[in-house]
């Protein structure tokens, strides 16, 4: 791997017009080709977060900053300090949008653009700890800015929804929940909203942040601390549905993106889950048993050639997981033109809390 350019403090969220829209803490910011910067706004902030914004450790430990975003149409969406902001970009107009019942908001938001037998819009299903299996919602934007529940699994289903996937070969959405026992699941949705059907569940090859359609089925990654990560490939055949292993990884996968030729997973290193001393959770540095490595690494699947490769790893540091946050690589979430890799590291020995740009070749 060679590092072109590292983006000091800059964390990357989706492309738009060949430019790489970022943050900086509650900043938005612009990167053209060649990595010349633009400033184009900033999101609400007080006294307390200009001061911990100044340190990443301390910007770690509190959990601010910009967490997941998305480009649709003539909007940018955010979400920020347990709500969402947009921005309309012909008017350059910041509104607030949605408060989230619980949690910072979603793992990833979803367009829906033009897909057989839905509604075009943006969606994104609730994320957070919710032990207790509360009921989980996902969400809508309508024509007047309002994000409005359209789906709503009942009590007792699952904890929260990492993702919803949209899959143009099937006419259907998936969404991957987790994360404990029968919470542990894939589910796939029809017809707007109007047949929902749980496909596999409890089982922890099951637990999946991220997925990638094809016509052979569901390539999907594992995200469980418990036992041994892999990539698989998820087949529903009529009543017959199957998930064969295609490539063993080192640690749990929260995040990927589609590249012009790559499919690019990372995978994260997380620690152990302390059931009876929660405590421990905050404090301890030690993986979890389903973590071969206390490293991050990135991985690149060749649509072409259907072949993995490891290109590149990133070593954890030895800050507690519970207080100052995982191991891990996160990337844009859109899908890029282009086979370059902007990875924003967290947790590692070095690069932390910066974007490393890249090129593979096919």
Known sequence: MIVTKI????????????KIICSKNNKIIEYDEKNNSNFLFELQSNWFDRIF??????????????????????????????????YEIKKKLISHEHNFRYGRGPLNFTVIDNLNNFEDGV???????????????????????DWKIIYTFKKGTLNHIHSIIVDRYRDCLWVLAGDFEYSSSIWKIRNNFKLVEKIVFDDQIYRSCYAYPTKDGLIYATDTQFIENSIR????????????????????????CELKDYIIFSTSTEPKHHVK????????NRPGRGIKDNKSDIIAFNKKSKNFSIIASLKKD???????????????????????????????KINDQDTMIFNIKP
Not at 233 to 256: D, P, Q, R
Request: hydrophobic letters at 35%; aromatic letters at 18%; proline letters at 2%.
């Open 7 to 18: 983006l000091k403090r800059i964390k990357p969220h989706f492309l738009f017009n060949q």
């Open 53 to 86: 914004f100044k340190s990443k450790i301390l910007s770690r430990l509190l959990r601010i900053g910009i967490r997941s975003s998305i480009h649709y149409k003539n909007n940018f969406f955010f979400s920020y300090k347990k709500s969402i902001y947009s």
């Open 123 to 145: 969606i994104f299903g609730e994320y957070f700890g919710n032990n207790q299996r509360k009921e989980i919602n996902i969400y809508k934007r309508n024509e007047h800015s």
């Open 233 to 256: 490939l998820l087949k529903v055949n009529n009543e017959s549905v199957t998930s064969e292993e295609m490539f063993k990884i080192n640690g749990t996968c929260i995040y990927a």
């Open 277 to 284: 001393n929660k405590f421990l959770m905050y404090f301890d």
């Open 318 to 348: 030895c800050l507690p997981y519970g207080l100052f946050g995982i191991g891990t690589i996160m990337f844009p979430n859109n899908t890029q033109t282009i086979n370059t890799i902007y990875a924003f590291t967290s947790g590692s």
